[in-house]
Structures are given as C-alpha cells and as structure tokens.
C-alpha cells in the first residue's frame, strides 16, 4: 500500500510507500498522474519518501513497477528520493542513467528541501 499526497497548485506527487509494493501501488498512481500529463502535459515531480526500500511484493509488482516507469519517465520533469536508505540511493543513481526525470537524493528529514528542488527543479 502506498499514501499519495497530490500538491496540485505545484504539480507535484508525494509518494509513501506503506509496506512492499504491490501491482496495484503503480495503478494508483498512474490514476494519479495521468490526469495531470493530459491536462497540463507533464508532472513537475515526483517526491518518493521512504526510510529504506521496502522492496516488491512479487514478481508482478515489479513488472507493474517497470512498465510504469516505461511509459510515464517522459512526463515526469524531475524526481526528489527522500530517504535513509542505502539501496535506494544506489538504485536511483543507476536509473538517472536511463531514465528522463531528473533525480536527486536527500535525506530522510530534509522533505522541504526536496519539495523547494522539485518547484525550481534547480
């Protein structure tokens, strides 16, 4: 399960995972950010805010989670990975290489910095 925050007058998804992620974590959020890639033609972040990865809860999930990123990295402007965690910020490094968003890490207290980088994207 997954907690989505929509700050809608900045564009922006706050996204915390609850437990595992579960196929029908990336159905939500797609439900969530396609509205606002056809209505305004991109999202200007994504906030993921996690204290560790808490990693899939099955194979399905992480293809869910594969086919999400395929068909939305494109409409995502940039993405804040606000956590403690030392897997994540290995994973997010690798994915800046293949993906289009911009990511950058922060730590897990530093949420209003993330979201002042994700309003200015600098």
Known sequence: MILLEPLRDQNILVITPQGPLEQADFETIAKAVDPVIISKGKVTGLMIRMKSFPGWRNFA???????????????????????????????S?????????????FGFNQREQALSWLETGR
């Open 93 to 105: 490094g690798i994915a800046g290489y293949f993906v289009h968003p911009k990511i950058r890490l």
């Open 61 to 91: 999930a992480f293809a869910a989670h594969l086919k999400f990123v395929a068909h939305h990295h494109r409409s995502i402007e940039c993405i804040a990975v606000v956590t403690s965690g030392g897997l994540l910020k290995i994973i």
